[in-house]
């Protein structure tokens, strides 16, 4: 079956950490642009980062210097560890490949909930 999984969210403390997972199954993440996205409750989607096969990647303004995104090639999974959470994360986190930039996502994961509280 070919599709994206996420995993990893919870429920974190202010200040916390979580790393969430997006492991491909049926194709290879490798040649694709890998986005993480975001929506809360009653408010529009957002970009949070985008990374390509080359290593590079590009963060929304807000989680510059808390998330940084990875990937392992080998377990065909992108990674996004999120540090220092702030109750404004709290959203239904996202990956999406995208095989060309264009904005033309060819897989979406299914959502983690990721809810930061105290």
């Known amino acids: 079956q070919v599709q994206l999984v996420e995993s990893g969210g919870g429920l974190v403390q202010p200040g916390g950490s979580l790393r969430l997972s997006c492991e491909a199954s049926g194709f290879s993440l490798d040649g694709y642009i890998i986005y993480w996205f975001r929506q809360a409750p009653g408010k529009e989607r957002e970009g949070v980062s985008c990374?390509?096969?080359?290593?590079?990647?590009y963060y929304t303004d807000s989680m510059k210097g808390r998330f940084t995104s990875s990937r392992d090639n080998g377990k065909n999974t992108v990674y996004l560890q999120m540090n220092n959470l702030k109750p404004e994360d709290t959203a239904v986190y996202y990956c999406a490949a995208d095989p060309d930039g264009l904005g033309r996502y060819d897989y979406w994961g299914q959502g983690t909930q990721v809810t930061v509280s105290s």
């Open positions: 990374s390509g096969s080359d290593g590079n990647t």
